[in-house]
């Protein structure tokens, strides 16, 4: 955490007082932190969630406060990369791909769809994808956390695609 801090100091031109004020301790706590010898208090987390918007600090100020649950997006965002919210945001996914999958005709021709209706595909599509992106980083939390490796599932799962006959 010594170096989130001092990084933050550099790449604004802050003062340890600067910093020290804004995460509302004195300048030494916010110098003995930056030397390794003080942590980051949990009052001094959410002064930093609050009083700033450096995206650099506000995600590893999450990660931080997470235990490592939390990870950066392409747009600087958190999101918690914790197995149960995964399962909250695949359901969330598949309830919005479900209201639009109801929209589309899909056993209209391609050539005869209208402007409107090759829209709505669009979004369906788009949908879908945000269902696979969620359902595969939910495979690979799984799998991580809980030690699983591939072969062992994909040999499972082919084995009951052929028995059914899908493959």
């Not at 001092?6 to 604004?12: E, F, I, S």
């Not at 004020?21 to 009052?43: A, C, F, W």
């Not at 479900?98 to 595909?121: C, F, G, I, S, Y």
Request: glycine content about 4%.
């Amino acid at each position: 955490m010594s170096t989130i801090i001092a990084n933050y100091r550099h790449r604004n031109n802050l003062t340890q007082q600067q910093v020290a004020n804004e995460l509302h301790v004195d300048k030494s706590y916010i110098s003995r932190v930056e030397s390794g010898q003080k942590p980051l208090t949990q009052m001094m987390y959410s002064a930093a969630l609050t009083n700033t918007t450096d995206a650099n600090l506000l995600n590893d100020v999450a990660y931080e406060m997470t235990g490592g649950h939390t990870m950066p997006t392409p747009s600087d965002h958190v999101y918690d990369g914790h197995r149960m919210s995964y399962v909250f945001r695949i359901q969330k996914e598949i309830s919005e791909f479900m209201d639009v999958l109801h929209r589309n005709r899909l056993d209209k021709q391609p050539e005869h769809l209208t402007a409107d209706e090759r829209e709505e595909l669009h979004h369906m599509i788009s949908e879908l994808q945000d269902v696979l992106f969620e359902g595969t980083g939910f495979v690979n939390r799984l799998m991580q956390d809980y030690q699983l490796k591939p072969q062992q599932l994909n040999q499972n799962r082919d084995a009951k695609l052929k028995m059914e006959r899908r493959i």
